[in-house]
């Protein structure tokens, strides 16, 4: 008789969403076979894609698929770095990002209705993601997409499979591909300083304004010093500004004016950027239950 341990019965929680009871009779039945004891919650609770859909989904993959002038961008997320190896989730992340670029659906509800058929699921690419999530048993979801399509080319550069970046550029493919991986490294918010949002600029100058305070200079040099500090951050964050990775002898704008090359625009994609991320304390969990169990007595 296998020994059912605790870290057992959680990894198939994490795995089924079930009650964990119900997970340690799934277990004990199962003599510890995971595989079996999942088949076993499948049988006595239903769909695991029902009760996995509420989940939160910070981990996951950004892919880009080049077709013609058209270049597409996607994230696509899931509960676990683990299932961020799955071959079928990897899959399913390259078959949206070539349906974006083959397609060019306005919505994720647009792309989602697309013809797709992948693992024996389908006929929509929503089919297959629902399909996935029963079978792997974690919910997944497409998170976001940008598409670039129009007078100029796209380029695209992807760092592993957690960020990614689209580049929109006229002239030469090699320097706006470069650009796409100082992109990745320096992570700017805009391409000129003038194009940095507002509200960025305001938290940066109530920052400056909180340290030059404290300085006990006179308000004419505190002024100063803050219009120093904001200067010194939008040419931080404006790519055209910044150091080239390659070359720090030269600003990105200056690399490209050499090459002969514009950039238009840029996307970046980070995986799981701005989600909150769910972090389970099994051991509270298991001690709330008994707390529970006791009052109930």
Avoid at 112 to 128: I, K, M, N
Avoid at 181 to 210: G, N, Q, Y
């Amino acid at each position: 008789m296998a020994t059912i341990t605790a870290s057992m019965v959680a990894e198939l929680r994490a795995k089924t969403d079930a009650p964990m009871m119900e997970c340690k009779k799934a277990l004990t039945e199962s003599d510890g076979d995971m595989v079996k004891a999942e088949e076993i919650l499948r049988v006595k609770l239903g769909s695991k894609a029902g009760k996995a859909a509420s989940r939160v989904t910070a981990e996951g993959v950004v892919f880009a698929h080049m077709h013609g002038q058209t270049g597409a961008l996607i994230e696509v997320n899931c509960e676990t770095d683990f299932v961020t190896k799955n071959d079928s989730f990897l899959a399913l992340a390259k078959g949206a990002a070539e349906l974006l670029a083959h397609h060019q659906p306005q919505s994720l509800e647009a792309l989602s209705a697309l013809a797709y058929s992948q693992d024996g699921f389908g006929p929509t690419l929503e089919d297959v993601r629902k399909g996935l999530i029963g079978k792997i048993g974690e919910n997944m979801s497409f998170r976001r997409f940008k598409i670039i399509s129009g007078a100029h080319q796209v380029t695209s550069y992807l760092h592993g499979t957690r960020i990614g970046v689209l580049v929109e550029y006229s002239g030469q493919e090699a320097p706006a591909r470069d650009v796409a991986m100082h992109v990745a490294a320096m992570k700017p918010v805009a391409l000129t300083s003038a194009e940095v949002p507002a509200e960025l600029i305001e938290r940066e100058k109530s920052v400056a304004a909180a340290k030059a305070a404290e300085s006990g200079k006179p308000a004419e040099i505190v002024q100063k010093m803050i219009d120093g500090a904001v200067q010194k951050y939008l040419k931080e964050v404006s790519l055209f500004d910044q150091t080239f990775v390659k070359n720090d002898k030269q600003t990105v704008e200056q690399m490209l004016k050499a090459a002969n090359t514009q950039v238009k625009s840029f996307t970046m994609y980070v995986v799981g950027e701005g989600i909150e991320k769910k972090v389970d304390d099994f051991a509270a969990e298991v001690a709330a239950q008994v707390a529970a169990a006791k009052q109930a007595h």
